[in-house]
């Protein structure tokens, strides 16, 4: 693979910054000026000293080829991840001005390097060897197992108790109850280890105070909490998917024990949630020889951003096996074989109407699901009064924009990229309406535009 | 989406418009509103009443949701949009496309305030740099930069010009879809439809008569750039019509392309009812030096303004380099302002504090073509005009006054003569001449001269009164005033002084210096030993600051190798 071939659009290597203030203290290193003595190599190791306000320069060597995802190192004391100085250099690289020559990584870089990939070694050694998973005792774990199930249940039964004395009452009363109710109840379900519906009730917490509508969308929440309660306390007669997806539902970890997947994977999206708590980041894959699409999800405690980061518009080969559930999409990255490069390669796209019948099939076997990704071909985005829909270039039919992506600043980049003509948009498509993620304008020519 | 086989009440679902009367409409509007009141009080149909009842309504809800949700389908497209214009310019090269969404990724940033800048370039001030060398080239914006562009446009007025020039047709299309970006409709002309051409006579007589005052200015100077008779023409059809605020403007707009064709308007509108406009009217005729105005002005003048042998001996010489005995002029100021001067614009109230006499001197002698000084002075050219010792102390004014016609006549012979040289002392100080008034005189020299004068001057002077001055010399800076600027900051910082005493001057260096240049600062990046008598740590500052300035300068070399047309480095 020539340098020319993996190097990344400042956009790309700006996705990976922690957050907004990193993203700017990266840019502005993104210029020869601090920099000397950086390098890189074609195998896609950059390396480069950057003059700070100490005497002594810092080190900053980053590896975007690595099997697990770009690593960072460098010599200065921050503790973001990656820091200013990372990016700084991946964007002083990404610039192309020959600020970062090819050559050979000097003896701080390579002893970095090599440190890594002797530890990657051993580990894929040690997986080789076929260490079974879960150290120690498997009868204490099935035991620990039936405990935390025994208060999960016992949780679930209160939420319902819950649920059932608020219909009883009415609704009307959860408007001025106020969001304490549900707070103290989200406590409960936290206490009996069920983080899935802890999550659900803060959400209807927030509900009354969400504008017109606001009781149809409280008895819609309440009423699939209540059918993921009984999924739970009836999980034995459900079928074994359905199963699954009430336990990742109600938030007992899984693990991705799906067969391996090799492909090559393009990058559709990477976003973030965050909450005071964590920072979520999803990142949509598509399959050019499966078709697949699968979602990786990596987190990060607060003010850290999650590890991995893949930018958007390239594509590389992997594998990945997806988590257990109906209609699943999660799933893990395993052996990466490529560092991401620039492709042609587009997912094929589909209508409007198709795209409301996929998110209706797929809540077939995931009733709690919000919305499907979907690829949407040739649609045209059109104001509709305060809003925004999404037309088919062909028929008179269009999705409309879920709010959430009316008020996002990247619809206004999907509607410059668009003129009024047609584009190819990568989304997420449910109830809410659709919230456009990617896009790529008309024929072949045009990079991804990230609008997330 | 509307739900076709389910729905819905007003408001629940994104779309918002209902089926009425598909089957299970009724059954989730009873749902719901057994929800609101509660079980205790409604029982919906299908439940059965008592404990059960909650449980009951939750499960029927929780299949209406999923049913109305699997059942939803897209809504019916609204009006779309008529497709921006097609721009038919090259798109950027990927290496500059990538340097614009950097330069546009640090627009967020705010410079200053916060002290120290450090090493790195502030990429925010080389954004317009780099938007005037992507129009010079004639590229096309990225589409998905535009909602960038137009931001960064709406917070930076001085940004505007190119920044929507370089966003083109689309971005107009794209203002109109957000009123944040309405400012772009109104910096365009005809809100961004094209201007009607020159043919094209009806449609200019209507947007003359039926439009906006903006868009009127702008067609008005539009015209008058092209053919500037052609808006002196379409001024005059409706002229005795337009209010006075808005005549002041159109006849503002004259200026552009001043021509001797323009006199007998001009002269018309000196009998103007609004004074504002006789100023205007008196003022543009006064830059026409064979105008009658510009005559009666001069006949004015010259009455007061005398040159005197008689006397010599005992005129002061200011200039301190006269020859006693030599001839000096004698300064008569008018002793009324009568309505002949008034209606050629002299202003006959004096602002507090100056004397009537020497105020109505001042507008005289500003308004007369400074060409007839020679014949009236005995033949000699500007610099002997200017060299000669004024008795009375009317030196300063009479100076001022030159320097005003100067600029406003453009006349580079007279320019020259009232800057004097750049390294006598009075250039420094603040002598009869401001550094203002030096500055504007500069800009009436040609580009070459002015760098040559203003890197006299900083080598004489420093920097400290420089930096007005080099605000008018053109970008790149030539060779020799880059030199002097950098020799300078070069002495500045041997003296031991903190470099932001010279942050302005730094400021512009990087947005100004040749990029070339940067290889000759190579010596000054190391922090250097500190003297004794030097500031604690101005040595690291000073280095700091100079590598910031190389690197903007590499930076720029890089930008401007990054939009020459025909370089396809970069991947695609």
Known sequence: MTQQGVRWTADQVLALAPDVSSRKAGSKLGAAGPWSEAGSTDEGTVWGLCKGSGSKPYQTVVDIADATGPAYKCSCPSRKFPCKHALGLLLLWAGGDGAVPRGEAPGWAEEWLAGR????????????????????????????????AERITAGATELEQRLADLLRGGLATAEQAGYGLWEETAARMVDAQTPGLAARVRELGAIPASGPGWPVRLLEECALLHLLDRGWLRRDELPEGLAATVRSRIGLPGSADGPPVRDHWLVLAQYETADARLTTRRIWLHGAESGRTALLLSYGAAGRAPELALPVGLAFEAEVSVYPGAGQLRAALGERFTAPAPTDVRPPGTTTTRAAERYGEALQGDPWLD??????????????????????????????????????????????????????????????????????????AGQAVPLC | MTGSSANSQAGSSPAGS????????????????????????????????????????????????????????????ATRPEPAAADPRPSLPPAAARRLALLLADRAGTPGGSGRRGTAPDLMELLPQWLAAANTHGYAAPPQTLPA???????????????????????????????????????TPGGGAALPGVEESDRIRRLWQEGLFAERVSLLAAIRAREPAAARELLETTWSTERAEDRLMFLDSLRMGLHAEDEPFLERALADRSRNVRATAAELLSALPDSALAARMAVRAGACVALDHTNSTDVTNSGGDGTKGGPALVVEAPHECDAGMERDGVVAKAPAGRGERSWWLG????????????????????????ALPVADDWQGELHAAWCRAAVRQRDADWSRALLGG???????????????????????????????????????????????????????????????????????????????????????????????????????????????????????????????????????????????????????
């Not at chain 2, 709406?154 to 107009?172: I, S």
Request: with cysteine; hydrophobic share 45%.
């Open chain 1, 117 to 148: 990939r002797k530890r990657a070694e051993e580990k894929r050694a040690a997986g080789a060897a076929g260490s079974p998973t879960g150290s120690g005792d498997p009868e204490a774990a099935r035991r620990r197992a039936e405990r935390r």
């Open chain 1, 371 to 444: 919305s499907v990704p979907v690829t949407l071909d040739r649609v045209i985005p059109v104001p509709d009064g305060r809003s925004w829909q999404l037309a088919d270039t062909d028929t008179d039919l269009a999705l409309p924009l879920a709010p959430s992506a009316v008020a996002h600043p990247g619809l206004w980049r999907l509607v410059a990229l668009s003129g009024g003509a047609p584009v190819t948009v990568f989304g997420e498509c449910g109830h809410r309406g659709f919230t456009p993620l990617t896009a790529w304008p008309e024929g072949t």
């Open chain 2, 18 to 77: 209902s089926s009425v009367g598909s089957p299970s409409a009724g059954a989730w509007e009873e749902l719901v509103t057994a929800a609101l009141l509660g079980t205790e009080r409604r029982t919906p149909a299908g439940c059965p009443p008592g404990r059960q009842a909650p449980v009951a309504l939750l499960g029927a809800a929780a299949v209406e949701t999923v049913r109305r949700r699997a059942g939803l389908r897209p809504a019916r497209a």
């Open chain 2, 149 to 187: 562009l137009l931001d960064a446009a709406r917070g930076r007025t001085d940004l505007r010009p190119a920044a929507l020039a370089f966003a083109g047709p689309r971005a107009l299309w794209l203002a109109r879809l957000n009123t944040d970006w309405r400012f772009a409709l109104r910096s």
């Open chain 2, 363 to 386: 507008q005289l002698v500003e308004a007369t073509p400074l060409g007839s000084w020679s014949a009236r002075l005995g033949g000699r050219t500007p610099e002997e005009i200017v």
């Open chain 2, 422 to 572: 750049p390294s006598t002392p009075e250039a420094g100080g603040p002598g009869a001449v401001s550094l203002a008034e030096r500055a504007k005189l500069l800009a009436t020299l040609d580009s070459a001269e002015r760098a040559e004068w203003v890197a006299g001057f900083i080598a004489t002077h420093g920097l400290s009164e420089a930096f007005q001055l080099l605000g008018v010399c053109a970008v790149p800076w030539a060779p020799p005033l880059g030199r002097a600027v950098v020799d300078a900051l070069n002495i500045a910082r041997d003296a031991g002084s903190y470099p932001w005493s010279f942050s302005g001057v730094m400021g512009l260096a990087e947005r100004c210096l040749d990029p070339s240049e940067a290889g000759r600062l190579d010596g000054l990046l190391a922090i250097p030993d500190e003297g004794e008598d030097a500031s604690p740590g101005a040595g690291s500052y000073w280095a700091e600051a100079f590598q910031r300035l190389v690197g903007t300068l590499r930076l720029r070399a890089a930008m401007a190798e990054e939009l020459a047309p025909g370089r396809s480095a970069g991947n695609a």
